[in-house]
């Protein structure tokens, strides 16, 4: 069972890009507004991108202008490109449906200065 699968986290140097992925499960994609959240240790989880299911996208203002967020309805993933990565992305990324409780693993994104 699929539930919230996140990949394409790693190390990248500052001013470099990532594209992660989250394969959801279709009764959790469907219909929901989408978002990708990040955590560090210490600090509680933050809401850095959102989609709606008619594609509203929203950015915290620490990414916004340089991530994007994206979902694809035929196979049930939500994405986020993200560029110019800085050192104060680091963090664990996951991706979740704003009106749900489940979680993912999540995906380890760590940007070198």
């Known amino acids: 069972q699929v539930q919230l699968v996140e990949s394409g986290g790693g190390l990248v140097q500052a001013g470099g890009s990532l594209r992660l992925s989250c394969a959801v499960s279709?009764?959790?994609?469907?219909?929901?507004?989408m978002g990708w959240y990040r955590q560090t240790p210490g600090k509680q989880r933050e809401l850095v991108a959102s989609?709606?299911?008619?594609?509203?996208?929203n950015y915290a203002d620490s990414v916004k202008g340089r991530f994007t967020i994206s979902r694809d309805a035929a196979k049930n993933t939500v994405y986020l490109q993200m560029n110019s990565l800085k050192p104060e992305d680091t963090a664990v990324y996951y991706c979740?449906?704003?009106?749900?409780?489940?979680w993912g693993q999540g995906t380890q994104v760590t940007v070198s200065s």
């Open positions: 979740k449906a704003l009106a749900s409780s489940l």
């Open positions: 279709r009764n959790i994609f469907s219909s929901n507004t």
């Open positions: 989609i709606s299911s008619r594609g509203t996208t």
